[in-house]
């Protein structure tokens, strides 16, 4: 027999404390004594639809709705839904919304639904009619994109939010996919638990429990004096427009950021909740050409190994660098692998918490004597210098430390140092090396002295007290970004992001540096910010991403290769070349000048090998596989260079009479490697399926061998 339960508000508001209290909080530390009670207690106004009014008894203001067109209130609940609700501090009882009804109560400045301060919290649990699934309003104060101040709508394919502000550009958006719940289809019809969070640094959208996406917050709420409504929006003529169609189970209004914890309660409690975090499918898989769900990207990426742990640390982006008024709202977070296979993925290591850091900048981890040091830039909004003066600033070099690499506590907010007088106003890029002849730190941050771009240059015994020395010139034009340093064998080698696929190398762990004799490597195309981390067995990584949508793209591994005379190469990583199924294409030897292979999967992994007389290099005619209209990979055997998409490796060795090419073509990249030791990336068109053209015009002065073709697995 299913188990009864009592309607009071007593008994339903005690299994949400219950719900709670036993309930830890999104950022793993447990909820306070004080926070083992309803969150519904000073909500402003709280509906739970036995009837139209403010169900909130604690507030002395009564928050009476109004029900316009086809609405029913306190319908009942069948027994399995209404213990849901009791579990949530519902009452078994529910609105339900036809076509064309509403609810709405006025809302004036200065009344308790005027929410105008700078924290906002609002839930809405609600089920959708699946058979009028459409795009339409839920629950607003709106007017106009001009005048809103909250708004939760419905997509054809996502839940999302709206806040306006005073001091963003633009509205601060957050959407939930419907096609990344665990059951797409059950998500038209199934029961959601929605909340919208604001505090002064962002809002977050929550369904189930789980923070969906983020917006960054510049200002505070923005005043509003549109009435509330549930079911419609009003218009900028102040006409409802209504569209929803489905059932409510209850609405609350907070003027203040709930806990996560709270969060965790209000959908069910922490057993129930979806416990994914905002990157993480959930599945473990690979990370390679990956990107984050919900419309962010992948930016510069940070990775560093330590105890047989890799840390793929990058920052995480929202609107292709667009965020808070185009400074970025970058923030570190990482996931880890021990074999490269299996990927945990891990908090927030540097967020975001106050408005007044624009962006987490790109940095570096150092790990010494058991503590790891987080060393980054922030691109603060504005910053009170020690002589009191407030200035905005592009970047703060701050610290943030941790003992066990997955959590970390920010020292502070305060910059570790100041550049002086010569140096331009602020500072970015950190990177730690440590001397392995005297044990001192070192550090390179990106900026320009006297007009020139450099690397300012500090030194510490303890990574926390540093003396500046001075700069480091690269000879390149501008600002040299983002520098990796690392030694393998007797060789020490920096790159910079400005240096376009080259490095340099010293036999001095602090230069001078000399580019060697050697190509470039380093992830040519369109892979941005190469930056390497060692890994288990010698080997060395180095990661970037992709910026064919501009910035934030896929993540991307290759492993770097260490030859005799210390040059450096460029390889696939073998643990993480994307599985295949069975070939659809398998040749031995193509004989044709031209060949054309088509309905291709859309996905899929190409190797193929030319062979050739490598005496007649300078006469061969070049050889074309094109992969879209007007994508080619073109072998070019007078400049020993191989062409992909526009981008070029040089200097290919073509001695030996043969070559081979495993490329990958995922749904917007195509990844090459030549011979084992030369890579290249660039875009690729989104199709349906492919089609691969060969055309060569060496005929049969070379040979194209053992082709393959193979789908990439799902």
Not at 189 to 215: H, I, M, N, P, S
Not at 511 to 536: C, D, H, R, S
Not at 640 to 665: H, P, Q, W
């Amino acid at each position: 027999m299913p188990k009864r339960f009592s309607f009071s508000r007593v008994g339903r508001l005690t299994l949400l404390a219950a719900a709670l209290a036993a309930s830890p909080t999104l950022a793993d530390s447990p909820a306070s004594a004080d926070d083992a009670k309803s969150p519904f207690a000073d909500a402003v106004a709280f509906w739970n639809f036995a009837d139209l009014n403010d169900a909130n008894v604690n507030n002395g203001a009564a928050s009476v709705l109004q029900a316009f067109g086809d609405v029913e209130i306190g319908v009942e609940l069948d027994e399995t839904a209404k213990a849901e609700s009791l579990l949530r501090g519902g009452d078994g009882k529910i609105a339900r919304i036809s076509k064309g009804g509403y609810l709405r109560i006025d809302a004036p400045h200065g009344s308790e639904l005027a929410v105008d301060g700078s924290e906002l919290t609002f839930c809405v649990r609600l089920r959708y009619d699946a058979t009028v699934w459409q795009n339409s309003p839920i629950f607003s104060k709106h007017g106009g994109h001009e005048r809103l101040a909250y708004n939760l709508y419905c997509l054809d394919d996502a839940l999302g939010a709206e806040i306006g502000t005073t001091g963003n550009n633009g509205l601060l958006r957050c959407r939930a996919l419907r096609s990344e719940t665990r059951d797409p289809e059950a998500a038209l019809t199934a029961w959601r638990d929605v909340v919208c969070r604001v505090d002064e640094a962002k809002v977050e959208l929550f369904v189930d429990g789980r923070c969906y996406d983020e917006d960054f917050v510049l200002g505070t709420l923005r005043p509003n004096d549109v009435a509330l409504t549930i079911g419609a929006q009003i218009e900028p003529d102040g006409k409802a427009r209504a569209g929803f169609v489905g059932e409510i189970d209850h609405i609350a209004v907070w003027n203040r950021a709930l806990s996560n914890a709270e969060i965790a309660a209000l959908s069910g409690g922490s057993d129930r909740v979806d416990p994914r975090e905002r990157t993480d499918l959930g599945d473990g898989a690979s990370l390679q050409y990956w990107t984050p769900p919900n419309a962010y990207g992948v930016g510069d990426c940070m990775p560093f190994y330590v105890d047989g742990v890799f840390h793929f640390m990058y920052l995480l982006d929202k609107g292709r660098h667009g965020a808070k008024n185009g400074l970025g709202a970058h923030q570190w977070i990482q996931a880890t692998s021990p074999d490269l296979k299996n990927w945990t993925h891990r908090p927030f290591v540097v967020p975001i918490d106050r408005q007044n850091e624009g962006s987490i900048c790109t940095g570096c981890v150092y790990y010494h004597k058991g503590v790891y040091y987080a060393f980054y830039a922030n691109r603060a909004v504005e910053y009170e210098m020690p002589d009191g003066e407030k200035r905005k600033t592009y970047g703060l070099l701050c610290l943030a430390t941790s003992k066990d690499g997955i959590h970390f506590e920010k020292k502070g907010y305060d910059p570790i140092f100041l550049l002086p007088d010569g140096y331009s106003w602020g500072t970015r890029d950190p990177q730690i090396f440590q001397d392995p002849t005297d044990g001192t730190f070192h550090m390179y941050i990106t900026t320009t002295y006297r007009g020139k771009g450099c690397w300012a240059h500090a030194t510490s015994q303890d990574l926390e007290n540093w003396t500046l020395t001075d700069p480091i010139y690269t000879h390149m034009n501008g600002e040299p970004e983002c520098p990796d340093w690392f030694r393998w064998g007797d060789d020490y080698y920096v790159v910079a992001n400005h240096l376009n696929g080259y490095y340099k190398t010293s036999k001095s762990p602090t230069g001078p540096w000399e580019v060697p004799n050697a190509p470039n490597i380093l992830m040519p195309g369109i892979i941005n910010v190469p930056q390497t981390a060692a890994f288990k067995d010698g080997r060395r990584l180095v990661c970037g991403w992709s910026r064919e949508r501009g910035f934030g793209g896929s993540a991307v591994f290759h492993e770097l290769i260490r030859f005799d005379d210390g040059t450096l190469g460029e390889k696939f990583v073998p643990e993480m070349i994307p599985e295949t199924d069975a070939p659809v294409v398998s040749e031995s030897e193509i004989a044709e000048s031209e060949r054309v292979w088509a309905s291709l999967p859309t996905r899929c992994r190409v190797k193929f090998s030319l062979s050739y007389d490598p005496k007649r290099i300078d006469a061969l005619r070049d050889v074309v596989f094109k992969y879209a209209d007007d994508k080619e990979l073109r072998v070019v055997f007078s400049e020993r260079a191989v062409y992909l998409g526009g981008f070029k490796i040089e200097r290919v060795d073509m001695s030996s009479g043969n070559l081979t090419f495993d490329c990958v073509l995922t749904s917007n990249l195509i990844d090459i490697c030549v011979d084992d030791k030369r890579t290249l990336t660039a875009d690729l068109p989104s199709a349906s399926e492919r089609s691969l053209q060969l055309l060569n015009d060496a005929g049969a002065a070379v040979k194209v061998k053992s082709l393959e073709i193979s789908p990439l697995k799902d």
